[in-house]
């Protein structure tokens, strides 16, 4: 069955298996891969199944849909076509078992291992990278009118910020957690974050939109 492997700055969120006909994927919750993202419009692409090819075509997206750095209307996708929609490469891979070649980012800190960003993807997905770190780490949210707040840390991938102002997300590795921004400014200890993704130390200090956060791991 082919599947499509779903990163941002290099780093693996999801598998999302293709056993339907037509997979849609888009920014509204009725889509079948989810990816809650300013530059991914409401209906943004379709998969079509037919026999054992997979077409993929772009709904008139505001962003347009790339295959291989190349703008498409439709195409034929073929075993390790990468997918841009927005920041996101999705890699298609034709079989089950195939190798998953997502390049890794540059490690901004040591002990870094290959790590995510966020997106609610559709449910039941499970996420292919083994955990680690503390179960009881969390966000400490420091300033504005949710101060004293805790978000715990304990899925794979947590989402923090406001959409639309800046969002950036935290996730639980084998080695510990790490930090990439999605969208908006976030720096952490005073420091801007670029695009790569950088691990997190307890007492940390995350900053999105204003609002200042801390990284316990307890």
């Known amino acids: 069955m082919p599947k499509l492997v779903v990163a941002i700055d290099g780093v693996v969120l999801k598998e999302v298996s293709l056993a339907k006909e037509r997979t849609t994927l888009g920014r509204r919750p009725y889509n079948d891969i989810?990816?809650?993202n300013l530059a991914v419009s409401g209906e943004h692409a379709v998969l079509h199944m037919i026999g054992s090819d997979?077409?993929?075509e772009d709904l008139n997206s505001t962003n347009g849909t790339y295959v291989n750095a190349r703008a498409i209307r439709k195409q034929a996708l073929e075993h390790n076509d990468v997918i841009e929609v927005g920041?996101?490469?999705i890699r298609y891979l034709a079989l089950n078992?195939?190798?998953i070649d997502m390049p890794a980012p540059r490690p901004a800190a040591a002990g870094l291992a290959p790590?995510?960003?966020p997106v609610p993807l559709s449910a039941g997905v499970t996420a292919p990278v083994p955990l680690g770190g503390s179960a009881s780490a969390v966000i400490r949210v420091l300033s504005g009118s949710g101060a004293g707040r805790e978000v715990s840390l304990q899925?794979?991938?947590t989402t923090i910020g406001?959409?639309?102002?800046a969002v950036a997300a935290v996730t639980r590795r084998l080695q510990g957690y790490v930090v990439a921004p999605i969208d908006g400014g976030t720096t952490l200890n005073g420091e801007p974050l670029g695009a790569e993704a950088v691990a997190l130390q307890d007492g940390d200090v995350l900053e999105l939109g204003g609002t200042r956060m801390q990284f316990v791991n307890g």
């Open 34 to 36: 989810v990816i809650d």
């Open 54 to 56: 997979v077409y993929l």
């Open 87 to 89: 920041k996101y490469k």
């Open 97 to 99: 078992g195939a190798t």
């Open 115 to 117: 790590a995510s960003a």
């Open 155 to 157: 899925k794979v991938v």
């Open 162 to 165: 406001k959409p639309g102002v």
